[in-house]
């Protein structure tokens, strides 16, 4: 991986929430940050926001589930910064939030195109570069739902947990061009689909409305926590962790100095 300052970097989902603070956070970290997201206003006004600190950063107004847009996108960046060094598939939809059995098909799978299309899509679109060149991180914004149930919200959680093996079957076979893909959970912070589980009430059930309040109040993990473990996974210092699952809260630090046991922070089932 490149030195910081020459290094660039493209987030999905770039113009709000952990999209946008992860952007920042890079680009204070010195990285060239590709913004790319559906919102042109929100894209807008991340970029600005980047600039006026000192940053630098390029608009990418594009639908993650379209992959001649990501591709197109990919594109603008080699053109404009000579590649792609790494990448945050961070774009997401909650989708309907409810007892599955009153879900509407279409709903559901808008979640799916979104949300696993639209990361096969951004890591399709960037891997070959990086395989060529032989460096490259792959972070994917993923979350509890990868790991344990959500009642509820049966397809976010079945789509989080679906890249998250995504993750661990691209790593093996990108294993030995020296590229390494991880999923990243940053834990529970206030954004719009805050919003959406407390507008739903008693359809999210009690548990998750009561959790969202408390994170409305308190805005959840800091940002910071979350810009520290997805700098670490975007450096040569992880260049020996892929495949690997890895929440905000874990003590993830020790993955500097040891890979673990094959099966740890990994999407596991246990057989008994």
């Known amino acids: 991986m490149r030195s910081p300052k020459d290094a660039t970097i493209l987030i999905t989902g770039a113009g709000r929430g952990i999209g946008k603070r992860l952007a920042i956070g890079f680009a204070q970290a010195g990285f060239r940050v590709g913004l790319l997201g559906r919102s042109q206003g929100e894209l807008d006004v991340t970029k600005l926001e980047i600039e006026h600190a000192g940053g630098t950063a390029l608009r990418i107004r594009a639908d993650v589930s379209d992959y001649e847009q990501v591709a197109a996108g990919v594109e603008k960046m080699n053109s404009v910064w000579g590649g792609v060094h790494a990448l945050i598939a961070n774009a997401a939809v909650q989708g309907p939030v409810g007892p599955f059995v009153e879900n509407r098909p279409r709903d559901w799978t808008g979640v799916f195109e979104t949300n696993v299309l639209g990361v096969f899509n951004s890591c399709r679109a960037v891997l070959p570069q990086m395989i060529q060149r032989r460096f490259g991180k792959l972070i994917v914004v993923s979350d509890a739902g990868a790991a344990t149930p959500r009642a509820n919200f049966a397809a976010y959680s079945a789509s989080k947990a679906a890249v998250a093996r995504f993750v661990e079957c691209v790593a093996e076979e990108i294993r030995d061009a020296n590229v390494q893909i991880n999923s990243m959970f940053p834990g529970q912070v206030y954004t719009s689909m805050t919003d959406e589980i407390l507008k739903a009430g008693a359809r999210a059930g009690s548990a998750e ?19 520290q473990l997805a700098l670490f996974l975007a450096s040569e210092r992880s260049n020996h962790v892929t495949g ?3 929440y905000v809260q874990d003590d993830w630090k020790k993955l500097e100095a040891e890979n673990g046991r094959p099966d740890a922070f990994t999407l596991r089932r246990h057989l008994r």
Do not use: S, W
């Open 209 to 227: 409305t009561e959790h969202a309040e408390k994170v409305r109040l308190t805005g959840g993990i800091p940002p910071e926590k979350q810009i």
């Open 244 to 246: 690997k699952l890895i």
